[in-house]
């Protein structure tokens, strides 16, 4: 089983910073995505981050050049600096690994950590 725990939310003025941190343990093997999805309040979850094993990101339109995800394969961690917050970004954020296989895509979340940001 693998456990992810997220930490770093918290409030902050618009145009501030942030950095979240998820740490993954337990059977995690080869190839895989580490991600930061957002839900704000009645709205569907949507990806902010994702970032591969190798290293390669993708980014959500709306966070291109003010955040930035990075892992450490060797801890299994990854972050996200948030940086220039709007209160758009408010929300509750959530890590997620996903690990590819042949047969199936095992997919795991973490609790979530709020972040809200104050105009």
């Known amino acids: 089983q693998v456990q992810l725990v997220e930490s770093g939310g918290g409030l902050v003025q618009a145009g501030g910073s942030l950095r979240l941190s998820c740490a993954a343990s337990g059977n995690i093997f080869g190839f895989n995505v580490m991600g930061w999805y957002r839900q704000a309040p009645g709205k569907q979850r949507e990806l902010v981050a994702a970032i591969r094993s190798g290293g390669n990101t993708d980014y959500a339109d709306s966070v291109k050049g003010r955040f930035t995800i990075s892992r450490d394969n060797a801890k299994n961690t990854a972050d996200l600096q948030m940086n220039s917050l709007k209160p758009e970004d408010t929300g509750v954020y959530y890590c997620?690994?996903?690990?590819?296989?042949?047969?199936?895509?095992?997919?795991?979340w973490g609790q979530g950590t709020q972040v809200t940001v104050s105009s």
């Open positions: 997620n690994l996903r690990i590819p296989t042949s047969l199936k895509d095992f997919t795991y």
